[in-house]
């Protein structure tokens, strides 16, 4: 079996450029289960890597990513009707004023984050708030990778890696998360927003005129 170092064998010609384009094109393909967090891994156990830098560009690439995904879900909203528009308001109102902690769990944990990300977009939230709630999240959870693999050590870290690398399972996953956005873009475009949200957030159904 290849070892951890075959993984990603040209970290060591482009250095950290390696690390972030890993990161930026596997983070780009929604809900294909393509892990960067394998890159991480492989560059924690080179002396020639900084780990907190190893986190930080990696964290950088998955951003970009994510922010380019949360804008074409931002603008394509743009196609809805006015009436789908105008029923999803108070969603929008409710998220922009909750949506960084919905971003930042989706983003330091290993769920599908694109099924947080598209939503917020959706609903139109802050690209700013976004993009920062996103960085911190992966912030978290890239730091988190790079120092377990180097306090478990190589030979564990090997084993757990190579348990999780079925594809019938990448598949099923994938599969499942297409399914899950799929029904939260449909309830996002379909339910009456106001008389759900209303009952608990009366000021999400102020009149967006005034």
Do not use: C
């Not at 250095?15 to 289960?33: D, E, K, M, R, T």
């Not at 890597?49 to 930080?56: I, S, T």
């Not at 990300?117 to 996103?134: D, H, M, N, Q, R």
């Amino acid at each position: 079996m290849a070892g951890i170092e075959d993984l990603f064998p040209f970290a060591n010609e482009i250095g950290y450029l390696s690390i972030f384009l890993v990161s930026l094109v596997a983070s780009l393909i929604v809900f294909v289960p393509v892990p960067f967090f394998p890159i991480l891994i492989t560059a924690s156990f080179n002396d020639r890597f900084n780990p907190h830098l190893v986190a930080l560009v990696s964290s950088i690439g998955v951003v970009i990513a994510k922010t380019i995904i949360f804008f074409v879900s931002y603008y394509g909203r743009n196609v809805l009707s006015e009436k789908t528009r105008k029923r999803m308001m108070p969603l929008q109102r409710l998220v922009s004023k909750y949506g960084w902690p919905g971003a930042f769990v989706a983003a330091a944990t290993p769920i599908p984050d694109d099924i947080v990300y598209i939503p917020l977009g959706l609903a139109k939230y802050s690209p700013w708030k976004f993009a920062l709630a996103t960085f911190a999240g992966k912030m978290v959870m890239s730091e988190a990778i790079v120092w377990a693999s180097i306090w478990l050590g190589k030979p564990l870290v090997q084993d757990v890696l190579s348990s999780t690398s079925d594809t019938v399972s990448l598949v099923l996953i994938a599969v499942a998360s297409i399914a899950a956005l799929g029904v939260m873009i449909y309830l996002a475009l379909k339910i009456d927003w106001g008389k759900i949200i209303g009952k608990w957030f009366p000021w999400t159904l102020k009149d967006e005129d005034k």
